[in-house]
Structure formats: C-alpha cells, structure tokens
C-alpha cells in the first residue's frame, strides 16, 4: 500500500505502520533520525490533525535509542518537537543501556 508521499511502508495487521531509519541514517545521533523521518513523511501537513481525528488514530515517533554509556541526552530539535505538537503528535524515546 502507498501512502499519499509515494512512499512505501510495511502495515502490520495491529494497524500499525512503521518507517524505519536503520541503514538509511547513519548517525549515533537522534536528530538525524528525527529529520529524516519529518522528511520521508513530507511533514508537516496542515490536514494531518483532521484526517487522524476522522480515523481515531494517533500519530508518534517511536524512537530506540543506544545509550550505551549513559551519559548522552537525546536531541529532539525544537523545530521538530514543535511540528509534532502542533500536528498533534508525540515523540517517543525508549532508551538502552547496556
């Protein structure tokens, strides 16, 4: 299935859909990640909100993070941030330390 963007993504039958940067970014930083994502998915949209509303569906960026020495503090861009805001979405970082 294609979204509207022409992009392909992998729906999983939850209903959730994924977009992965692994092999895409290379970067240990989130930023990257993060602005990677913004662009793929052509964000932002200014009919995003209605169009999760009409769908009761919510938006994230579900992000893994290696924080190996656990002494890194994850980047989010405010710009980034704020879209997500203002979209009505969220960003999610679960963190790992080994």
Sequence with gaps: MRPPAGKLYAERPT?????RTKGRVRSD???PHLWYLTTSLELPRRD????LAQAHAKMRFFCYWVNESGN???DIPEPIRA???GMGG???IHEYRW
């Design 15 to 19: 209903g959730v859909w994924g977009v």
């Design 29 to 31: 930083l989130l930023a």
């Design 48 to 51: 995003l909100p209605k169009l």
């Design 72 to 74: 890194c503090i994850p």
């Design 83 to 85: 879209m997500m805001e």
């Design 90 to 92: 969220t960003i999610e």
